[in-house]
């Protein structure tokens, strides 16, 4: 028991003393797995041996180290996991960094007239060397060909681009107006027919006046003292309310 708790206090020890953050980390896991094993063995000396001495020994050297190894991944963790983003961050930039509007050496040298004058007229005596030279010129004046076909084409895609982002922005506008129309369109529909209920309400209270009219006619007369004048008289008011409704709503037809 002694020799496992000497140790694990080398093990702390290593675990202070070690400049590396992640070797600080497994060192200071492993310390961690130990204690833990350490502590399980403890508790069952205490419970099977009732050994009080090594719970007493165990509370005295160990608990400090316990915290401190908690803290201590916690704050390696929190420092790799800044130098990672920091890491990241420089990757990020040093990918961004680089230029591509600068012209490369080799292409510099493949368009220069004095180094490309007359290499493809056929020289007598050339040697291997001069013809793989000028294998590579050819090669060099192929490939700024084709950079050169390359933007043109890079250009026309931007060009196709701006056009049809234009075209949307006309069916846009074209269709934001057609939107306004028919809101105006169904707002002069509504006062229309508002006009048109107005009406119908007005004639609806003057053929309900007249009912109410003739209904207290009705109850000043017995049905007996009723002739044929007064039948003649409901029928004709009768007719020229409902003709009077009628002109009106002619008057505001509806849409």
Not at 32 to 49: I, M, P
Not at 105 to 119: H, K, L, M, W
Not at 194 to 200: K, N, P, S
């Given at each position: 028991?002694?020799?496992?708790?000497?140790?694990?206090?080398?093990q702390?020890?290593?675990?202070?003393?070690?400049?590396?953050?992640l070797?600080?980390?497994?060192?200071?896991?492993?310390?961690?797995?130990?204690?833990?094993?350490?502590?399980?063995?403890?508790?069952?000396?205490?419970?099977?041996?009732d050994?009080?001495?090594?719970?007493?020994?165990?509370?005295?050297?160990?608990?400090?180290?316990e915290?401190?190894?908690?803290?201590?991944?916690?704050?390696?963790?929190?420092?790799?996991?800044?130098?990672y983003?920091?890491?990241?961050q420089?990757?990020?930039?040093?990918t961004?960094?680089?230029?591509?509007?600068?012209?490369p050496?080799?292409?510099?040298?493949?368009?220069?007239?004095?180094?490309?004058?007359?290499?493809e007229?056929?020289v007598?005596?050339?040697?291997?060397?001069?013809?793989?030279?000028?294998?590579?010129?050819?090669?060099?004046?192929?490939?700024?060909?084709s950079?050169?076909?390359?933007?043109?084409t890079?250009?026309?895609q931007?060009?196709?681009?701006?056009?049809v982002?234009?075209?949307?922005?006309?069916?846009?506008?074209?269709?934001?107006?057609?939107?306004?129309?028919?809101?105006?369109?169904?707002?002069?529909?509504?006062?229309?027919d508002?006009?048109?209920?107005?009406?119908?309400e007005?004639?609806?209270?003057?053929?309900?006046?007249?009912?109410?009219?003739?209904?207290?006619?009705?109850s000043?007369?017995?049905?007996?003292?009723?002739?044929?004048?007064?039948?003649?008289?409901?029928?004709?008011?009768?007719?020229?309310?409902?003709?009077?409704?009628?002109?009106?709503?002619?008057?505001?037809?509806?849409?």
């Open positions: 028991m002694a020799s496992v708790q000497s140790s694990a206090v080398q702390w020890q290593e675990v202070e003393t070690c400049d590396n953050d070797l600080a980390f497994v060192l200071n896991s492993k310390f961690k797995s130990n204690l833990t094993q350490l502590r399980h063995d403890t508790v069952g000396r205490v419970v099977q041996e050994d009080r001495a090594a719970l007493r020994e165990y509370q005295e050297t160990f608990p400090e180290m915290f401190k190894s908690s803290c201590k991944a916690h704050q390696l963790l929190k420092d790799m996991q800044e130098q983003e920091k890491y990241q420089s990757q990020k930039v040093r961004y960094s680089v230029d591509f509007d600068k012209v050496d080799e292409a510099v040298g493949a368009r220069d007239p004095a180094s490309v004058e007359g290499i007229e056929p007598e005596g050339d040697d291997d060397e001069i013809h793989q030279m000028r294998r590579r010129l050819l090669a060099r004046r192929r490939s700024s060909g950079d050169a076909v390359a933007e043109e890079f250009d026309q931007l060009e196709v681009n701006e056009n982002q234009d075209n949307l922005i006309q069916d846009m506008t074209k269709l934001v107006g057609s939107l306004k129309q028919g809101a105006v369109a169904f707002q002069t529909a509504l006062e229309e508002q006009r048109v209920l107005g009406a119908a007005i004639g609806i209270q003057v053929a309900s006046k007249g009912i109410q009219d003739i209904s207290g006619k009705l000043k007369y017995d049905k007996s003292k009723l002739s044929w004048m007064f039948y003649i008289s409901v029928t004709v008011f009768m007719i020229l309310g409902l003709g009077i409704t009628f002109v009106i709503i002619k008057l505001f037809p509806a849409l």
